[in-house]
């Protein structure tokens, strides 16, 4: 079985321009989460859905970024326009309906604004 | 506030036994992770506790005592592929998991 891939694995961009992370979850996996880890500092929590549907994004940052997951399927996160500030590792995670079972988390998108 | 505390880094002899600390604070509780991440890899799940006490799992064993907000992370017969990165996280509600920094451990021969 396929685990939580994410794309791209690496990306560098300048200040000001948009990049989109796609994140494809463990089949049947209605929970999908987005985390962020920057430099020096913990994994932290930017959002949540259910299926298509936003449980919780009190973790976003700010709104230049979007997160979508259209279909409930895949999912992905904007960032528009992106600042030196969004540099880190993006990680995408997904787990089955209810609380407790285990998060499945993929290799992240490291993304470097320049 | 939420709050996860665990050591920033720790060394240890190949073949020995290793305990890894974490005590947190967080409104809320519904389980606590531990995760192994290797550089430029994803997080990978070793142990969920929700129950207090000792869950053990092959040569990984993870201990939770929620009056005291503290979990240990034991690593027993330590061999070099043990080095990485472990993560404690809290899920407080609802899923979301609340991260500690987490604590390198360099395994030495």
């Known amino acids: 079985e396929a685990g939580v891939t994410q794309f791209p694995s690496h990306s560098v961009i300048e200040k000001g321009q948009t990049v989109t992370l796609r994140c494809d979850p463990i089949?049947?996996?209605?929970?999908l989460y987005w985390y962020r880890r920057v430099m020096g500092k913990e994994i932290k929590f930017l959002l949540h859905f259910v299926k298509e549907s936003k449980q919780d994004e009190s973790g976003m940052p700010n709104n230049r970024f979007l997160a979508e997951r259209t279909g409930g399927t895949y999912s992905t996160l904007k960032v528009q326009p992106a600042e030196l500030e969004d540099s880190g590792v993006y990680f995408c995670?997904?787990?089955?309906?209810?609380?407790?079972?285990?998060?499945?988390f993929g290799e992240g998108s490291w993304l470097t604004v320049v | 506030g939420q709050n996860i505390d665990q050591p920033t880094e720790m060394t240890a002899t190949e073949g020995a036994i290793v305990q890894i600390n974490c005590t947190y604070q967080?409104?809320?509780?519904?389980?606590l992770f531990w995760y192994q991440q290797h550089a430029g890899e994803a997080p990978t799940f070793l142990s969920y506790n929700v129950l207090d006490g000792l869950e053990e799992k092959g040569r990984f064993s993870s201990f939770l005592s929620r009056s005291k907000g503290y979990s240990y992370l034991l690593l027993k017969e330590l061999q070099m592929k043990d080095s990485a990165s472990y993560l404690c996280a809290v899920e407080p509600y609802g899923n979301k998991l609340v991260f500690g920094a987490g604590t390198i451990l360099r395994v030495k021969s």
């Open positions: 967080t409104s809320g509780f519904n389980g």
């Open positions: 089949s049947g996996h209605d929970n």
């Open positions: 995670a997904s787990s089955q309906p209810y609380s407790g079972n285990t998060i499945y």
